[in-house]
């Protein structure tokens, strides 16, 4: 499948430094891509570079708490990327999408300088995954995401972490999915807008899209399912806009020929 759609691929590498990378049990890429809008809400699992494909920091981090080895996490192409007995599922690209948990300071923070100081309990820390990184404004290492307009990339790395060791991802429904909510909600709809008078099918029209977005509300808060909510919700106003626009034109036009007959007398 990499010969359709190839993963993302990096041109060059800036590696740690000499001192980290020895006492590192492992190294994983920190590369994040945001959206058009500039909102983050994909974390890419893979990244080619010089013909091999690397797993993030986040990835490596959830391998070696749940104790997976290498050989055990497996990629399958467009499809997902296997932890164990986790399954990650993935876009075309590699990519998945990124479960946040809150905005930020959603995970508790501890400054490294109370830990340099022994000022933090060693049971406060025990059993758990620590992430070092900076959170200070004027280090440029913020980003936009669904929760928040400023949040640390390190808390980024923890709510992808979290998910992992959670078994909580994100779903996407496949575009079959989202053509049969768009064709059913539409169709019904034009069903049933002929029926009533103007104020009728203005509830009507209402009570679709209250349906169409409350659905697509429970499936994610409850379930971590996204569907499309935008196409069938604006199919929905422009079915209304169109039914409505027609049948005055119809009213209208058989107003003026019922005038003009009683005119003739």
Not at 25 to 38: E, K
Not at 100 to 119: A, L
Request: hydrophobic share 45%.
């Amino acid at each position: 499948m990499f010969n359709r759609y190839n993963p993302i691929t990096a041109k060059s590498v800036l590696m740690p430094v000499p001192e980290l990378i020895k006492e590192a049990m492992s190294l994983g890429h920190i590369n994040m891509f945001p959206d058009s809008d500039g909102t983050l809400r994909w974390e890419s699992l893979v990244i080619g570079y010089n013909g091999y494909l690397y797993p993030p920091i986040t990835l490596q981090a959830a391998a070696l708490y749940l104790g997976v080895p290498p050989d055990r996490v497996v990629l399958k192409a467009t499809k997902g990327v296997y932890l164990g007995n986790r399954y990650m599922p993935t876009n075309k690209w590699g990519q998945t999408l990124i479960h946040y948990y809150g905005p930020e300071q959603t995970f508790k923070h501890i400054s490294i300088s109370d830990i340099i100081e022994g000022n933090v309990k060693p049971d406060e820390l025990q059993g758990k995954v620590v992430l070092i990184g900076a959170t200070a404004v004027g280090i440029y290492d913020l980003r936009v995401t669904p929760f928040s307009p400023a949040m640390p990339g390190v808390e980024k790395h923890a709510s992808v972490i979290s998910s992992i060791l959670e078994n909580n991802f994100i779903k996407c429904a496949s575009p079959s999915i989202n053509l049969i909510l768009l064709l059913l909600s539409g169709g019904l709809l034009s069903l049933l807008i002929p029926r009533f008078k103007a104020a009728g099918a203005l509830g009507i029209t209402a009570i679709f899209l209250l349906i169409v977005l409350f659905s697509g509300y429970y499936l994610f808060v409850q379930k971590l399912f996204w569907i499309n909510i935008t196409y069938p919700s604006i199919n929905i106003l422009l079915i209304f806009i169109s039914i409505t626009a027609y049948n005055y034109a119809v009213e209208e036009k058989h107003a003026r020929r019922i005038k003009a007959m009683f005119s003739s007398y």
